[in-house]
């Protein structure tokens, strides 16, 4: 073969290497590294969040809600103004964002968590925003605390005559006590009733998306999914009779007392996810010294099988042990109500002891979700 001959073989060698290596690249032959990664990030629980542009916005959003809080409490403290002067003052607190947000959703593990088993229509997320807005004592703030209307997230005068909340009083204790504010937490709300699933989407496209300062650094709804004893699918038996409450006697447990009420038929019974409590917190919190961790349960006799899981597993109590502080606000449901007539009292008295003994600080009463 003639030089020529061979340097014409070795480039068409080179061409068919270059196009293998090309082949493999675009294709590969399994997942790369990269996007292995990807798909276990929401279980990475125990790593810091990521400076990221969605960190500079949520620091954007928090220093808004800042400035806005020191104008507020200067407001509260003048003797010159007046009711209207505040009432001004939230009307102007969310504003609609203009133009579409390019800011990507990010489900990086929170070092401040609000978990709420039992969100319904999410109400309990506007009272815990509520909650971090100071009653203004002398202007009849302090008796006719500002609500914001969901519907339009928005203050206005029409939503001041409502009277305060346990939810909203507990949980502007714990703010005090934790040193910290509504805007520092990611919010995760679990809600089985697939009735408020449209509702729940819109608000949290909404939340995220629509309004500036956000009043919640994220807001996730988990749709169609119950508190449960174990991960899942599971059913749900529906309230169908107390339509002015939201149905809020919708249960895991079909002897409860509304389900029995509704009938209690496979027709009001709903296909859905069950989700442990172990697992929410393992993907939405990070076990770091000074993080925290608000769960509000209000679940209708589920939270028996939820707390006796997180027990058992010892999750609550690794977190809590990890100097992470747990706050419980827990509604429990007698057994007569919840249609348990073997219901093992001394078992869950120990099950909630022994989450006080590791650090839990729990908050029970038949009121304290709502």
């Known amino acids: ?21 090309h082949t493999l690249t675009q294709f590969g032959t399994g997942p790369s590294p990269t996007s292995a990664k990807s798909r276990h990030l929401s279980l990475q629980h125990d ?98 605390p500002p609500r914001l209307d969901l ?33 520092w937490y990611c919010y995760y709300g679990v809600e089985g009733n697939p009735r408020f699933t449209p509702r729940l989407l819109s608000l949290e496209e909404r939340f995220n998306h629509d309004v500036l300062p956000q009043p919640m650094r994220r807001v996730r709804f988990l749709t169609q999914t119950v508190g449960a004893g174990k991960d899942g699918p599971t059913k749900i038996y529906l309230d169908t009779v107390n339509e002015a409450q939201n149905f809020w006697g919708s249960s895991i447990l079909p002897a409860h007392k509304d389900v029995v009420k509704s009938d209690g038929s496979v027709q009001a019974a709903a296909s859905v996810e069950g989700i442990t409590l172990s697992t929410l917190l393992l993907k939405t919190a990070q076990k770091v ?37 747990i706050h419980l606000i827990l509604e429990t449901h007698r057994p007569d109500v919840i249609g348990e007539s073997n219901f093992d009292l001394e078992k869950w008295r120990n099950v909630k002891q022994s989450l006080r003994d590791c650090g839990v600080i729990l908050q029970t009463g038949r009121d304290a979700g709502r």
């Open 151 to 183: 519907d339009t997230i928005r203050y206005s005068n029409d939503n001041f005559h409502k009277r305060g909340n346990p939810l909203i009083r507990s949980s502007r204790s714990i703010w005090k006590q934790v040193e910290s504010l509504p805007e």
């Open 1 to 21: 073969m003639t030089l020529a001959g061979s340097l014409r073989a070795y480039v068409a060698t080179l061409g068919v290497f270059f196009v293998a290596l």
């Open 47 to 144: 790593k810091q969040e990521p400076k990221s542009s969605q960190g500079q916005h949520d620091d954007e959003s928090i220093e808004k809600m800042r400035s806005w809080r020191n104008q507020y409490q200067q407001l509260c403290q003048d003797e010159r103004s007046t009711k209207e002067d505040l009432l001004r003052s939230l009307s102007e607190l969310l504003q609609p964002r203009t133009g579409a947000s390019s800011e990507p959703n990010n489900d990086e593990p929170c070092k401040y968590t609000i978990l709420d088993f039992g969100a319904n229509v999410g109400d309990s997320l506007g009272k815990f925003i509520d909650s971090g807005i100071e009653p203004c004592p002398g202007k009849d703030l302090d008796k006719n």
């Open 289 to 325: 010294e000074g993080g925290h961790v608000l769960i509000k349960m209000d679940i209708e006799g589920g939270e028996y099988a939820v707390l006796d899981e997180a027990y058992q597993r010892g999750v609550l109590c690794d977190y809590a042990q990890s100097n992470v502080t």
